[in-house]
């Protein structure tokens, strides 16, 4: 059975007061009984000590008259009884008093003094019976029996309990007030992110979500409207990034179908055919390299390998630099290379950090101004060498810096400066530099121009991760 939390806690609640209760009537109210029983009965066994005392040496010679004083004192009926059972005394009217109790034995009393009963049948009521006994010269010669109603004996046992019957009815309020407070403080807003979790859930992005307090629950709240921000943003991102793919696969698609189609119904003539076969190479390039990205990030996401080896950074750099040549004099940009030392030795994957200084430099020279330079540096902090690719282009607006690491997010959305991106490789790079344990980061002013700086490790370590 499935319980709601409100139940739970008031179920919690019911149990204290039911437990509450129940320790009230049958452990204190007992315990109490007891006590105020055994407080009387010694009381009442004093005082009729003292009467057997005094009558011991003639047990004819009884006052009346102080033994009516006594009994009117305590509420109490006292009676002097020989070892017969004759009753030879007793207070309060005559004609109520039976003369004998025949069946009278001393030995059945609870501890040889007291017993709670209608004393043989002799009261109407339950009675609390203590005797003394008379005795002279160790004869026995009678008892001196105080009787009191046990209704009388339970007077202020039971001023007691009502006292603590009251402070129970006070306490069962203090809990419903305490459940009140709960349910208003800490039911009632997990109830509303339970509620809009599932709202989430269901693809209803835009529920209202609002928790007042400012504790953990109004950070879960936020949490969880962030968490749908995000996957709402990610289902947007991958929306936009169907529609990209297809685009990108559909254009050189059309092009490279029409160039061949022109191909074969002669309208390219032959003689013309080899320029348009490196158009149809430029086109499957395009073609290569956007599903490359698309196994790549599948491949990352998955738990692949590094084939991590020792090699100089600063020389892998240069040559690489060489492949960008061409596109760098398209754009008249120059390189400018500062490293703190001619040769640095890194311990890494070679091929993977290849695609990352490529993606790097690749989006340096995409996003440059045209005549300005695209600057790398490498320089040794402790065991780590910071790597940084910077440009001075367009640059990345405060509010983008967090997203461009996103897996197909493009800030440039009509994709007019960025053709061939699948706003993919910010992500592979992230990720390669990630699985290296590494960091990497943008500082970019809208504008200006950005750079990227990512760290890799000098020393050397001996697994493979
Ligand atoms: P792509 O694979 O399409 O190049 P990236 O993940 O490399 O995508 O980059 C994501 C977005 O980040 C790009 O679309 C671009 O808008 C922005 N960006 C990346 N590098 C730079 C840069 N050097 N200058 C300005 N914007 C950049």
Not at 45 to 50: F, S
Not at 339 to 360: G, M, W
Request: with cysteine.
């Amino acid at each position: 059975m499935r319980l709601h939390i409100r139940s739970k806690i008031f179920l919690v609640i019911l149990l204290c007061l039911v437990l509450g209760l129940c320790s009230i009537l049958f452990i204190i109210y007992p315990l109490v009984e007891t006590m105020a029983v055994k407080e009387e009965r010694q009381a009442l066994y004093r005082q009729a000590n003292y009467i057997a005392a005094s009558y011991r040496a003639n047990i004819g010679n009884v006052n009346k008259g102080q033994i009516e004083a006594m009994a009117y004192d305590e509420e109490a009926t006292i009676r002097i009884i020989d070892i017969e059972g004759t009753i030879l005394l007793s207070s309060g009217s005559d004609t109520q008093t039976p003369t004998s109790v025949p069946s009278f034995n001393p030995a059945l009393g609870i501890d040889g003094y007291y017993q709670i009963d209608d004393f043989y049948g002799t009261f109407h009521e339950e009675m609390l019976t203590v005797y003394a006994p008379l005795a002279k010269d160790v004869l026995i010669r009678g008892y001196v029996l105080i009787h009191k109603p046990m209704r009388l004996v339970k007077i202020p046992l039971n001023r007691s309990m009502s006292f603590v019957f009251l402070l129970f009815v006070f306490m069962g309020m203090l809990f419903l007030l305490l459940y009140l407070y709960l349910y208003l403080r800490l039911i009632r807003p997990i109830e509303k992110i339970a509620k809009a979790g599932l709202e989430f859930a269901n693809g209803n992005r835009t529920y209202p979500l609002s928790v007042q307090s400012k504790d953990e629950l109004h950070d879960i709240a936020l949490s969880e409207i962030d968490l749908s921000k995000q996957l709402s943003e990610t289902s947007d991102d991958q929306h936009k990034f169907m529609a990209n793919i297809s685009h990108d696969f559909r254009s050189p698609l059309t092009s490279i179908r029409g160039y061949i189609v022109a191909m074969q119904d002669g309208t390219i003539p032959a003689e013309m055919q080899d320029k348009y076969f490196h158009i149809l190479l430029d086109e499957t390039d395009r073609l290569m390299n956007l599903s490359n990205n698309i196994l790549d990030i599948t491949e990352l996401e998955g738990n692949f390998l590094l084939q991590k080896t020792v090699f100089d950074i600063n020389d892998f750099i240069r040559k690489m630099l060489l492949s960008f040549e061409g596109r760098a004099l398209e754009k008249s940009l120059t390189f400018e290379l500062t490293f703190e030392s001619e040769s640095q030795e890194v311990y890494a994957d070679k091929a993977r950090i290849e695609q990352v200084l490529h993606n790097l430099i690749d989006n340096g020279i995409k996003f440059s101004n045209p005549n300005s330079t695209l600057d790398i540096a490498t320089r040794k902090a402790g065991d780590k060498v910071f790597i940084s690719v910077r440009d001075h282009g367009i640059g990345i607006a405060k509010e983008n810096l967090a997203k461009i690491w996103n897996r197909f997010y493009k800030i440039d959305s009509s994709r007019g400066k960025d053709k061939k991106g699948s706003g993919l490789g910010l992500s592979i790079v992230r990720e390669i530099i990630q699985a290296h344990k590494e960091n990497i980061d943008c500082i970019s002013t809208e504008g200006a121009g950005a750079e990227f700086i990512f760290t890799l490790p000098i020393s050397k370590e001996s697994r493979i991760v």
